[in-house]
Nanobody
Framework: VQLVESGGGSVQTGGSLKLSCAVS???????MGWFRQAPGKEREGVAV???????VYADSVKGRFTISKDNAKDTLYLQMNSLKFEDTAMYYC??????????????????WGQGTQVTVSS
């Protein structure tokens, strides 16, 4: 499975960004998600989505971020609204072959993209 992120950038507090992740090389049920890692911190789960479209979000982003996927385009998205300074991080797309998709723990996922930087400033 190959994952290629895009859409990162710099934005002011309260602004919005939409990340994309092009997915290729997979067959079957895949659980996909977004993770982020700020300097000096552990990589943390942001949101994941399974084949059914059911999504799970970290408490810190609920109500602000929306994960979605376009199966026809083999693309995963993360719409980020009301961005805060603490959302600044490298954002990674991740995937794992699985029929269930509820885990926000990085150890569950074994395919990763190269990351895209999101910087939020006041």
């Amino acid at each position: 499975v190959q994952l290629v992120e895009s859409g990162g950038g710099s934005v002011q507090t309260g602004g919005s960004l939409k990340l994309s992740c092009a997915v290729s090389g997979y067959t079957g049920s895949v659980c996909m998600g977004w993770f982020r890692q700020a300097p000096g911190k552990e990589r943390e789960g942001v949101a994941v989505i399974g084949n059914s479209g059911t999504a799970v979000y970290a408490d810190s982003v609920k109500g602000r971020f929306t994960i979605s996927k376009d199966n026809a385009k083999d693309t995963l998205y993360l719409q980020m609204n009301s961005l805060k300074f603490e959302d600044t991080a490298m954002y990674y797309c991740a995937a794992k072959y699985s029929l269930t998709c509820t885990s926000l723990h990085k150890a569950f996922y074994n395919y990763w993209g190269q990351g895209t930087q999101v910087t939020v400033s006041s």
